[in-house]
């Protein structure tokens, strides 16, 4: 029988068939990214009535989370910052800036600010905050380096098989209680020299001695008062005895050399975290 292919096809078609299944994984991933970038609005940056920024707040400000989200360490959610709660810097810092129009329309009128989501999970899924906090899990390993994000936007899908990751095995997650308010925290570090360290909420309505030099020529906000109490009573933060027991704490729990997997698996003895049993539990979720 007359040869249909030549030799050379036969070449070809292993080096298609090879090329293939060489493809499949950069197809799949391609795949991947659009279903999660569109799917679960993954990574995408949600527009704001006003055009507040994380990044100079938390990153160049060094303001902690628990100034604005009171609720985060005791509540189920997190809360939401009341206008009065901008205002406590906006009456004096930036006060005629067009960018806080809407702010200063708000405290004036009662209106609170109407900021959109950014996070939501369906009505059926019980979440709480303040568990994961008391347990060790850092707000950055939920919702990213928050201090380099301009405008919000989701790290992480929030999907259900997200949440079981870290419920099957917690100790890939876990970290000082000290640090889950810590940007940039990796284990070995202490808590308080990550890149947001958190002292402000010990200290309302004050900045910290900003890393930027730019904070340290407001004034206004009782920045001064601020700086002069922290030299008169050394470290830790002025009139509170909370802050330097919390970096105390830090201290005592830095075990140099030690990796994620160690320390994670020595937090989840410390605080008696659950079993990946119970933890995965429908019931835990679903209630
Ligand atoms: C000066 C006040 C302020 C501070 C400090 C602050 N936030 Fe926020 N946060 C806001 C405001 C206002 C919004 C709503 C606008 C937006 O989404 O950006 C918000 C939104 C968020 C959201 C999205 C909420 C949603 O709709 O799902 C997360 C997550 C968040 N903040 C985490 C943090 C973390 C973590 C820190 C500390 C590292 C922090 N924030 C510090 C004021 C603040
Ligand atoms: C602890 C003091 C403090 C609080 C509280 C605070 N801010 Fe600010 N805000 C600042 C400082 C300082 C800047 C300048 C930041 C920078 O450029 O690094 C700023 C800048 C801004 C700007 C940009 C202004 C411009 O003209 O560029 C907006 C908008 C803003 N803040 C909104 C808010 C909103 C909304 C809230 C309440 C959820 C809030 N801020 C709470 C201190 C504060
Ligand atoms: C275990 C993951 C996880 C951790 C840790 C976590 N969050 Fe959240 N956060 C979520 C989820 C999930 C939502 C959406 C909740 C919902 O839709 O009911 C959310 C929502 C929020 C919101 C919107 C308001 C609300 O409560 O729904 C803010 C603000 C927020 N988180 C701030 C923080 C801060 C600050 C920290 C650190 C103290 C933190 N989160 C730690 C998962 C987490
Ligand atoms: C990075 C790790 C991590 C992620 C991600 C995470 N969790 Fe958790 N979760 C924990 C730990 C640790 C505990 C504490 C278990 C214990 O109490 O011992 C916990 C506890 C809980 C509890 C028990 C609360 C209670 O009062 O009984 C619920 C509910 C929960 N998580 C829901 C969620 C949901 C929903 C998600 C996803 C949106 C999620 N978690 C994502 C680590 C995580
Ligand atoms: C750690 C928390 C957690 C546990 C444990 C959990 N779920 Fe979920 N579940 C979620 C979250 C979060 C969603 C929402 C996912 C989304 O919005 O994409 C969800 C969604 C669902 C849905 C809706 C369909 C879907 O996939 O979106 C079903 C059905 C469901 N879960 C069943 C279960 C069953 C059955 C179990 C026990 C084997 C279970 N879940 C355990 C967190 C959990």
New binding site residues.
């Given amino acids: 029988m007359a040869q249909i292919f030549s030799p050379s096809a036969n070449v070809l078609t292993k080096l298609s068939i090879v090329g293939s299944i060489a493809a499949l994984p950069v197809l799949g991933t391609a795949m991947y990214a659009v279903n999660m970038v569109y799917g679960y609005k993954y990574y995408i940056p949600v527009e704001q009535p006003v055009q507040f920024s994380h990044k100079h707040h938390v990153g160049d400000d060094g303001i902690d989370?628990?100034y604005?989200?009171t609720?985060?360490?005791k509540?189920?959610?997190?809360?939401?910052p009341p206008t009065h709660t901008c205002m406590s810097c906006h009456s004096a810092l930036w006060s005629d800036s067009p960018e806080l129009q809407t702010v200063r329309a708000s405290y004036i009128s009662g209106q609170p600010i109407r900021w959109n989501?950014?996070?939501?999970?369906p009505d059926f899924?019980y979440?709480n905050?303040s568990i994961?906090?008391k347990k060790g899990?850092?707000?950055e390993?939920?919702?990213g380096r928050?201090d380099e994000k301009p405008l919000m936007y989701k790290s992480h899908t929030?999907t259900m098989s997200w949440?079981l990751d870290?419920h099957r095995q917690p100790e890939k997650y876990l970290r000082p209680r000290e640090a889950?308010?810590t940007m940039g925290w990796k284990p070995g570090m202490d808590a308080s020299t990550g890149d947001a360290a958190g002292i402000l909420a010990l200290e309302p309505k004050l900045l910290s001695e900003s890393r930027t030099g730019r904070a340290a020529n407001l004034e206004g906000v009782e920045l001064k008062q601020y700086i002069e109490r922290q030299e008169a009573g050394g470290a830790g933060g002025g009139s509170g005895s909370e802050s330097s027991t919390g970096a105390q704490g830090t201290k005592d729990n830095l075990k140099p050399g030690e990796t994620q997997l160690q320390l994670g698996l020595r937090l989840k003895r410390e605080y008696h975290v659950r079993s990946a049993r119970e933890m995965t539990d429908c019931g835990t979720c679903h209630r």
């Avoid at 989501?117 to 999970?121: F, P």
């Fill in positions: 989370c628990r604005c989200h609720s985060v360490e509540g189920k959610s997190a809360g939401m989501r950014v996070h939501d999970l899924v979440f905050h994961h906090v899990v850092g707000c390993t939920c919702h928050v929030m949440c870290c889950v308010w």
